[in-house]
C-alpha cells in the first residue's frame, strides 16, 4: 500500500510515526492526526514544553533522540519532518526496511482535500496574520481548522481538524523535505492563496529573491480558477510574481486599494469604511496584517465590516509581541523575529510609545541570521531603538562590527548571564527580547528580577 492509497482511506484508524515531532509545524499536524482518531508516536531530539506537553496531552507518545528500534512493525506510515537529513538512523532505517513514508506538508495537503483551503504566505507575519484569519472564520460560525506556527490567544491551540469545511493554514516557503525540495506551500491545493509580502530569506536553501518568487509562482499555479489570489500591491516582487501568470481571480491589498488600514497605537482604523476598533496590537506592520487577514476572509464570503469588527476581540499570538510585565516605569515586550524589516517595523511600533529608552535585545538564530547575510539591512533596522544587544555565537565567521554604532548604543555580546544582570538593572523605559527562538528563556528571568526588584 503506498502512502497515497493510506492518506485517502481517512476512516482507517492509522498507525503513523513523526520523525522530528516537536517543530510548531509537525508538532500541529500530529495533533492533527490525532484528531482523526490515528494513533500516533513521534520522536525528536529537542523534546521540551510548550510543544511537548501538547503532544502529551494530546495522547501522543514521544521518543527522546532517535532510535530505529521505535518503529515498530505494525506502522502504516512514518511522516518525515523538514529538518531530517540523510545519515539520521531512524531515516535510514525506514529507507532500509521500505516503510511507506510522506513528507509532513504532503500529509497536511492529503488531510485537507475536500476543504477549502485558505493560505497565508509572505516573509514575515504569516503566524499573525494566519491567526487573526482564523479568528474571523470562527467569530462568522464557519468553525475553520487551522494549523499556525504559534498559539493563537483566542483559541489556546496551534491546530485543529473544525468542522471540515474550512481550513486556513501558515504557508511556508521552506522546503518540503530531504527527497523534495519544493517550498512547503506547494502542497496545500489553496482556494484562496494569500501574498502579504515577499523578501530575501532562508540563504541556506535560496540563492537569491528571483529563486523565491518561483515557488510562488509554483504556487500559484495550484490556485483553481474560481479561487483567488489576495496580494499586497506595491511590492515589486509580487508584481514580478503575478506577471509569470494569475489564473485565478484576484484581489489587492493596501496602498491605492479599497483594503487600507491603519494602526493607532491600541486602535485599528479603516478610513474608507469609517470604522474603528480597539485591539492588543501594534504598529503598521500588524494593520498590513490585519489587511491580509480581512480581505481572505472576504474572499470567503465574509463582509469587510464584519471582518475588521472580529478583529475587536482578537487576543494576539504567543510570542508575537507580548507584553511580559508593566508596572508603569518600564514595559518589558517578548516578540517573535527572523528579518529585518519585522526588526524595524516592531521597533517603529515601540517607539510611538512615551516610555524611553527603547533598548533591544535580539538574537541573531536563523541561519540567514547568523550567516550575516542581511549584513547592515540589521544596524539600519534598529534606528528606533536607543541600545541594542546583538546576541551572536563566538563562532560567526563574518565581520560582527558592521552592527556596532558609536558611543556603545548597539554593541554585540556572548555571555548571556552577564547580559541578564545588565537588564536587570534597568528601571525605567521598554524593553523587548526579539528572536525566532526561545532565548535561553532570558526574558523571563529579567522579568523575575525586575518584578521582585
Request: hydrophobic share 40%; aromatic share 8%; with cysteine.
Amino acid at each position: 500500500m503506498t502512502p497515497y492509497d493510506i492518506c485517502c482511506l481517512r476512516e482507517l484508524a492509522l498507525k503513523i510515526h513523526i520523525i522530528g515531532i516537536c517543530g510548531t509545524f509537525m508538532g500541529g499536524l500530529a495533533q492533527l492526526c490525532r484528531q482523526k482518531g490515528w494513533e500516533v508516536t513521534g520522536s525528536d531530539q529537542h523534546v521540551y514544553p510548550p510543544m511537548s506537553d501538547q503532544l502529551r496531552q494530546a495522547g501522543i507518545v514521544l521518543h527522546e533522540g532517535y532510535d530505529p528500534s521505535v518503529l515498530r512493525e505494525d506502522l502504516d506510515l512514518v511522516v518525515v519532518g523538514n529538518a531530517m537529513s540523510r545519515g539520521n538512523v531512524e531515516v535510514e532505517a525506514v529507507l532500509d526496511g521500505k516503510i511507506p513514508f510522506i513528507s509532513g506538508p504532503e500529509l497536511l495537503g492529503r488531510l485537507t482535500e475536500g476543504m477549502t483551503v485558505l493560505a497565508v504566505s509572505g516573509t514575515h507575519g504569516k503566524t499573525t496574520t494566519t491567526s487573526m484569519l482564523a479568528w474571523i472564520l470562527e467569530s462568522q460560525g464557519m468553525n475553520p481548522g487551522f494549523l499556525v506556527g504559534g498559539v493563537p490567544q483566542n483559541f489556546g491551540v496551534s491546530a485543529r481538524l473544525g468542522g471540515g469545511q474550512w481550513f486556513v493554514v501558515e504557508a511556508d516557503e521552506y522546503d518540503t523535505a530531504f527527497f523534495d525540495k519544493r517550498s512547503k506551500f506547494v502542497h496545500y491545493h489553496p482556494d484562496i492563496f494569500g501574498i502579504n509580502n515577499l523578501e530575501f530569506d532562508h540563504a541556506d536553501i535560496f540563492s537569491d529573491l528571483s529563486a523565491i518568487e518561483t515557488q510562488f509562482h509554483h504556487a500559484i499555479r495550484r490556485v483553481p480558477s474560481q479561487g483567488f489570489v489576495v496580494s499586497r500591491a506595491g511590492v515589486d516582487a509580487i508584481d514580478r510574481v503575478l506577471a509569470r501568470g494569475c489564473w485565478s481571480r484576484e484581489l489587492r491589498i493596501g496602498q491605492g486599494t479599497s483594503v487600507r488600514l491603519r494602526a493607532e497605537r491600541d486602535r485599528l482604523v479603516s478610513d474608507d469604511w469609517d470604522l474603528s476598533v480597539q485591539w492588543p496590537m501594534r504598529g503598521k506592520h500588524n494593520a498590513q496584517n490585519a489587511e491580509l487577514a480581512v480581505a481572505m476572509a472576504h474572499a470567503a464570503n465574509v463582509p469587510t465590516d464584519a471582518g475588521f469588527l472580529a478583529l475587536s476581540e482578537f487576543q494576539g499570538v504567543a510570542r508575537r509581541l507580548n507584553l511580559l510585565f508593566d508596572n508603569g516605569v518600564l514595559k518589558v515586550w517578548d516578540d517573535f523575529a527572523h528579518h529585518p524589516t519585522a526588526i524595524e517595523t516592531t521597533l517603529e511600533a515601540l517607539s510611538e510609545e512615551p516610555q524611553r529608552p527603547l533598548t533591544a535585545v535580539i538574537e541573531l538564530r536563523s541561519n540567514t541570521m547568523k550567516a550575516g547575510i542581511h549584513g547592515k539591512a540589521l544596524l539600519d533596522a534598529v534606528a528606533g531603538a536607543d541600545q541594542v544587544y546583538w546576541v551572536l555565537p563566538d563562532d560567526v565567521s563574518w565581520d560582527v562590527q558592521i552592527l556596532e554604532r558609536e558611543q556603545g548604543s548597539s554593541v554585540v555580546v556572548h555571555d548571556l548571564t552577564a547580559l541578564e544582570q545588565q537588564l536587570s538593572k534597568q528601571t525605567s523605559g521598554q524593553m523587548i527580547f526579539m528572536s525566532n527562538g526561545g532565548f535561553s528563556g532570558i526574558q523571563a528571568r529579567v522579568v523575575e528580577h525586575v518584578r521582585v526588584r
